[in-house]
C-alpha cells in the first residue's frame, strides 16, 4: 500500500510552552502567567500557548494515518530543540517533506522511521517534534495497512512478545498538588504525583523542609483515601533540579537529605527526579553517579530518576552506561522519531536501569495513546498520565487506550475480559 498524499494541520497542544530559565530564576506569578522578561531564545514571554502539528497520511485505501507533532513544555531548555511553532513549520512541511511522502509505499516501520529520523533538509536535522509526529503517523499507516494495532507492529518488528500486561502509569498534578494528589489516590493511580516542585522557596523550602512536609502529608492521605489497604503506590517527585542548590551541589549533602526523606516515605517506595541541574551534559551524569553511589553506600532505598540533559537515546544510553541513576525518563517528544522511545527502553531494560516513558503536560490526545502502545509493547517499567495539567483528562486518555488495548490483546489470545 502507498501514501498517496500528505495534509498538515495546526493545532493547540495541552498545556503551555514555560520558559525554565525564567521561572527557576524567580519570575513571579500573574494569574496563570509569569511576570517579566524571557530568558531562552525563540520565547515573546515566558509562558505562552503550547502548539501542534497533525501529520495526515492520505493511504491507497482511503485510510487516514496520523501521528501529531509536540514538543515539551521546557523547550529550548537542558539542551533541547528551541520552539516549536506551528505558523514556522507547517510551510516548512509542506515543501520539503509532503513531496517525500507522496507515492511512498508503506514498507517496514523500522526503515521508515529510520530514514526520516536521519534526514537532513539544508544540512539541517528535522526538528525532534516533526520526527515524533512523522513517525508516529508512519507506524500507524503501518499498522492500517496491516490491520494490526501500532502495538503489535512494534512487537512484530522488535521481535517482541505480545504482552497484555497493564503499564503502571504515573499521574502528574501541577500546581495543584494537594487536590490532584486526592483524586490520583481515589482512582488509585500506581505511581503519583510528580508535584511540579520547581521553585526553591515557595515549594522545596531553603533546608528542603517544604517537600518533606509534602512527602508526610502524602503518606496520610493514601493511608486515609485509599480504597484497599494493598494500595501502595510509589511516591515520584520531580524536583527539576533545585536540590542541588540549597546544598551548593554537593553531592554528599544532597545524597544525605535525599535519604533523610526515606523515612518520611514510610512503606512507599521513593523516587526523586533530577535531584541536580548542573548545565551541562557531562557535569550532569557525573554528579548524578556521585548520588546514587552515595545512596547506595548510605544504604538508601531512594531512587534517582534522570530528566535533565537527558534527551536523545544517545543520552540515555550514556547515563545508562554510567550508572547515573536508578531510572530514566524517556522523555517521548525529545526523542523524535517514536522507534527511539522504544529502543531506549529495550536499552534500560538490558542495562537494568528502568525505564519511565515520560512525555510532557504539552503533548495531544493523540500522540498520548500512540504512546501507550509503544509502551505496551517495550514494557516500559512506567508511564506518564498525558496530556495536561489537570490529571483526570490525561489519566482518562492514557488509561482507556491501556485497557482497549490490552481488552483486545486479550480477546485475540481467546482470553474473556472481565
Known amino acids: 500500500m502507498k501514501i498517496v498524499d500528505a495534509v498538515f494541520s495546526r493545532g493547540y497542544s495541552a498545556f503551555f510552552f514555560d520558559d525554565q530559565k525564567a521561572i527557576k530564576s524567580g519570575a513571579g ?5 509569569y511576570v517579566g522578561e524571557p530568558m531562552t531564545p525563540g520565547f515573546s514571554r515566558i509562558r505562552q500557548a503550547g502548539q501542534s502539528v497533525s501529520v495526515m497520511l492520505i493511504l491507497e485505501d482511503g485510510q487516514i494515518a496520523v501521528g501529531d507533532c509536540a514538543a515539551v513544555q521546557y523547550s529550548g531548555a537542558g539542551g533541547r530543540d528551541p520552539l516549536f511553532l506551528a505558523s514556522e513549520y507547517v510551510p516548512f512541511l509542506q515543501e520539503h517533506i509532503r513531496p517525500l511522502l507522496q507515492g511512498l509505499e508503506i514498507g517496514s516501520f523500522r526503515e521508515m522511521a529510520k530514514h526520516f529520523s536521519e534526514l537532513k533538509i539544508n544540512k539541517k536535522p528535522l526538528h525532534s517534534a516533526i520526527k515524533y509526529g512523522l513517525t508516529m503517523a508512519l507506524l500507524d499507516a503501518r499498522a492500517k495497512a496491516l490491520k494490526l494495532m501500532p502495538c503489535e507492529v512494534v512487537c512484530q518488528e522488535y521481535d517482541l512478545p505480545v504482552i497484555a500486561q497493564r503499564v503502571p502509569i504515573f499521574g502528574q498534578t501541577g500546581d495543584n498538588r494537594y487536590d490532584n494528589a ?6 488509585g493511580v500506581e505511581v503519583l504525583p510528580h508535584g511540579l516542585i520547581n521553585n526553591i522557596d515557595e515549594k522545596l523550602g531553603r533546608q528542603g523542609e517544604k517537600l518533606r512536609e509534602y512527602i508526610k502529608w502524602l503518606v496520610k492521605r493514601v493511608d486515609h483515601l485509599r480504597t484497599s489497604p494493598d494500595y501502595k503506590p510509589n511516591l515520584h517527585i520531580d524536583v527539576y533540579g533545585n536540590v542541588g542548590p540549597i546544598f551548593d551541589n554537593d553531592t554528599t549533602k544532597v545524597a544525605q537529605y535525599l535519604a533523610s526523606l526515606e523515612p518520611d516515605a514510610g512503606e512507599l517506595p521513593l523516587y526523586i527526579e533530577g535531584p541536580v541541574d548542573m548545565g551541562d551534559r557531562g557535569l550532569q551524569i557525573e554528579k548524578l553517579r556521585e548520588i546514587t553511589e552515595k545512596l547506595r553506600d548510605l544504604g538508601s532505598s531512594v531512587k534517582i530518576v534522570a530528566d535533565e540533559w537527558c534527551n536523545t537515546i544517545e543520552d540515555i544510553r550514556d547515563f545508562a552506561d554510567a550508572g547515573a541513576c536508578h531510572m530514566i525518563q524517556i522523555k517521548t517528544p525529545d526523542l523524535g522519531g517514536v522507534q527511539n522511545i522504544v529502543e531506549s527502553i529495550l536499552y534500560c531494560r538490558e542495562k537494568g536501569v528502568g525505564a519511565y516513558q515520560g512525555g510532557t503536560c504539552n503533548e495531544t490526545d493523540l500522540s498520548a495513546r500512540m ?26 486518555i ?13 480477546h485475540r489470545n481467546g482470553v474473556d475480559n472481565d
Open 371 to 396: 504512546c501507550v502502545h509503544l509502551a505496551v509493547a517495550a514494557r516500559a517499567e512506567r508511564m506518564l498520565a498525558k496530556p495536561g495539567m489537570g490529571f483526570d483528562e490525561g489519566f482518562s
Open 398 to 410: 492514557v488509561n482507556n487506550e491501556m485497557e482497549r488495548i490490552l481488552a483486545v490483546l486479550r
Open 29 to 33: 506569578h500573574d494569574g496563570f502567567v
Open 182 to 187: 486526592d483524586k490520583m489516590i481515589l482512582k
